[in-house]
């Protein structure tokens, strides 16, 4: 069994054309979208539209939720003004730009999916299992923290998007857990490229992680002609993150150029 997850579209066709290819070649039996559709990028109903067209199973993401019922806002999480502020605006273009076709189906998306490979509970969510908006940073989950919600909510691996950065754990215990990181944004690294994750669960889980590169020059002309803010436009020419930097936990905020 190998199975593919990706999260985190944030309106980026051009790196989903890319990763449904990547995935079209790569082999996998079951591919999963863990949800954010919108955000960040243009032209939001371009992804959702593809994205529907592949039959790729998806969750409802903390964006999608929002989008979906024209909540105020994202309901990110962040909790600094600066990067509220940006969040808001790539929310507020987001709902206006984003049909109400693709938001009834966002509706009813579901929050997380199990299912049965290679012998284990697969748990796949957004943020974490309790909550859509959860960040799972590498370096804030301790083995114990997430032996416990494994435990809690009957997972051997457990796969997650939302924070952007991808990371895997193998836990004492055999389980795993896996942050499949995002493909709308690359990933604070000074690459371009974005990021997903394939696990093979077979004799054991076997995780990777494919960089995927797309034509991003292109992105980010289209982000600059529907007036998106340049500091999104910066991050997507030069792998590095200029907003929503402010919750990163100390490991990941030294590991960027911000
Ligand atoms: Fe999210």
Redesign the pocket.
């Known amino acids: 069994m190998r199975l593919a997850a990706f999260g ?1 579209i944030y309106s980026n066709h051009l790196a989903l054309a890319a990763v449904l290819e990547d995935l079209r070649q790569g082999g996998s039996d079951l591919a999963w979208c863990l ?2 559709l919108g955000g960040f990028g243009p032209h939001p109903d371009r992804a959702v539209a593809a994205l529907r067209s592949s039959g790729i199973p998806t969750l409802r ?3 999608d939720d929002s989008v979906g019922h024209a909540r105020g806002d994202c309901d ?1 999480g962040y909790t600094d003004p600066r990067d509220n502020a940006f969040a808001q605006r790539s929310y507020d273009y987001t709902l206006a730009h984003t049909s109400p076709e693709h938001r009834a189906w966002m509706r009813d998306l579901p929050e997380c999916h199990r299912l049965e490979a290679g012998g284990r509970r697969v748990l796949l969510c ?2 974490s299992p309790r909550r859509v ?1 959860e960040f799972l940073w590498e370096s804030a989950c301790s083995d114990a923290f997430l032996e416990w919600m494994c435990a809690e909510h009957g997972a051997d691996l457990l796969l997650c ?2 924070t952007g950065l991808h990371w895997h754990r193998a836990l004492p215990s055999g389980r795993h857990v896996v942050n499949v990181g995002t493909i709308g944004r690359p990933a604070n690294d000074g690459r371009t490229e974005v990021w997903y994750a394939r696990v093979e669960l077979e004799d054991g889980v076997r995780v990777d992680f494919r960089s995927v590169a797309y034509d991003h020059e292109s992105l980010a002309r289209e982000m600059e002609s529907e007036a998106l803010p340049p500091e999104f436009v910066e991050t997507i020419r030069t792998g590095w993150w200029t907003t929503c930097l402010e919750n990163l936990p100390a490991k990941e905020r030294r590991a960027g150029r911000f």
């Open positions: 985190g949800g954010d993401g903390n964006m990110c957004h943020g908006n998007s939302h």
